[in-house]
């Protein structure tokens, strides 16, 4: 059975930093991608490739079970290189929770994960180098930080 790819991939719009593509997300937050429509009031929380406000983030969630179970996974796109980047962080975050946390501790554990320094492709201490490439300049590496 072959591995689960991105949507994202036949996407021509995608800015590309390194060979990582740089996708929209539904959010409020500011930041370089580009922002998608929020879902309608009383919707479910999973959401349909379909629709348009489906982002990476859903992608990455929808697909982190299934696709944690191969060995291979053959790279049709960039948008795969952050379906990649996107499972290691949710294998990171869940890794930093316990069973004896609450709620509250849980989410306090996720989201400094979210918020410390993390490696991006180029750094010694990013764990899959020899598949993504180095932002070209600094201001590259920025962007893949925000």
């Known amino acids: ?22 996708l929209p997300l539904r959010t409020r937050t500011r930041g370089p991608a580009y922002t998608l429509p929020a879902l309608a009031a009383g919707s479910d929380l999973m959401v349909s490739p379909d629709s348009e406000s489906f982002d990476p983030l859903d992608e990455v969630l929808d697909l982190f079970r299934a696709n944690t179970f191969f060995r291979n996974f053959e790279i049709k796109g960039p948008a795969d290189r952050l379906l990649i980047y996107g499972i290691l962080f949710v294998t990171e975050a869940l890794g930093k929770i316990r069973p004896s946390m609450d709620r509250r501790e849980a989410e306090k554990a996720v989201t400094n994960v979210a918020l ?15 598949n993504f490439e180095a932002p070209t300049d ?7 930080r925000q």
């Open 138 to 144: 600094k201001n590259d590496a920025e962007t893949l």
């Open 1 to 22: 059975m072959p591995a689960y790819h991105s949507v994202f991939n036949d996407d021509p719009n995608i800015r590309i930093i390194g060979n990582l593509a740089l």
């Open 116 to 130: 410390d320094q993390f490696a991006i492709p180029g750094e010694p201490a990013f764990p899959l180098n020899q």
